[in-house]
């Protein structure tokens, strides 16, 4: 999440590669990064802080502890530190920062690799209009924004974290079908595939509710409906529901 990122800001020219900083434990990391930008290579994290006003914490959540110890001496009140660590809470990263520390927590989802992520932030206590914009603009880089609320971001991570799985397996099932059918396994991906995404991007054009497009396709004893009907006895629906909800307390349980 971290190299998709650094990609991100510096592929959209909103950071000059000569004003990003990263460190990370694992050398080969950096070196892939370094390959692809001309960016800045620290010996430590503290190195970045030193360096850099705004500090993005993309570490796994039990790691942001020891993280946040190590940095702590270093940080003011004039950083601002994101954290995209999944559950871990403002409440939590304040509580490791110096008072004051202007935090954000952010939640994006993994297309955010190919700039099409959908990225939840919440603010901390400290954090203001100039940080929520300049966090906005930073995720822009990687796809859309949204900030909530911080009790909507287990929704957030049961939704649109986890929702690249779903759609996953989702269009996996559509091809299965195409094959059963007939087609070419290939064949059949690419047109699962390309049907959620043109889907995805006419509802998101504005032009329709998903249930208008639903009766659209639905002609009076047709395909398409009787293809519904078999979705519907199935229980398509709630299978999703519950399935955003299941993550979402699951999410619930693992922060702190
Ligand atoms: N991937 C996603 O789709 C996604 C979505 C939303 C949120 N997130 C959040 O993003 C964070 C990173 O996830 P990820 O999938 O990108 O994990 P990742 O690939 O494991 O990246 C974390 C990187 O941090 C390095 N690291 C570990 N300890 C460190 C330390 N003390 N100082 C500096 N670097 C350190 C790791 O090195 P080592 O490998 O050597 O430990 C690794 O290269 C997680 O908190 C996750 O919850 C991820």
């Known amino acids: 999440m971290g190299s998709a990122l ?24 950096l070196d892939a990064l370094v390959k692809r930008f001309p960016i800045k290579v620290a010996q430590d994290n503290r190195e970045v802080v030193m360096s850099a006003g705004v500090v993005i914490c993309a570490v796994k959540p039990a790691v942001v502890k020891t993280v946040l110890e190590e940095i702590n001496p270093l ?14 809470q403002l409440a939590y990263l304040e509580a490791h920062l110096p008072e004051g520390t202007p935090v954000i927590r ?24 100039v940080e929520r914009e300049l966090a906005e603009e930073l995720f822009s880089s990687v796809g ?26 989702i269009i996996e099932a559509l091809a299965d079908g195409g094959v059963k059918m007939g087609l070419p396994r290939r064949i059949a991906v690419d047109l699962a595939v390309q ?23 639905s002609s009076p004893g047709g395909s398409t409906i009787n293809g519904l009907h078999v979705l519907e006895k199935g ?15 699951r999410s619930g349980e693992m922060q702190s």
Do not use: W
Not at 110 to 120: D, F, R
Not at 238 to 245: F, T, W
């Open 75 to 88: 940080v003011t009140t004039e950083h601002l530190l994101i954290s995209v660590a999944a559950g871990i």
């Open 195 to 217: 049907t959620v995404l043109g889907t995805a991007r006419m509802l998101q054009s504005g032009g329709s509710h998903p249930g208008q497009l639903k009766d659209m396709v």
């Open 144 to 169: 859309r924004v949204v900030t909530l609320p911080e009790g909507s971001m287990n929704a957030v991570t049961g939704l649109s974290g986890c929702g690249p799985a779903y759609i996953a397996i």
């Open 235 to 249: 229980g398509l629906r709630g299978l999703l529901i519950s399935a955003v909800e299941a993550a979402t307390i």
């Open 6 to 29: 650094v990609a991100g800001f510096i592929n959209t020219g909103l950071v000059a590669p000569q004003d990003a900083i990263v460190s990370d434990l694992e050398q080969a990391q």
């Open 106 to 129: 952010a939640m994006p989802n993994v297309p955010a690799l190919i700039g099409e992520g959908m990225t939840a932030i919440a603010l901390g206590r400290f954090a203001g209009a």
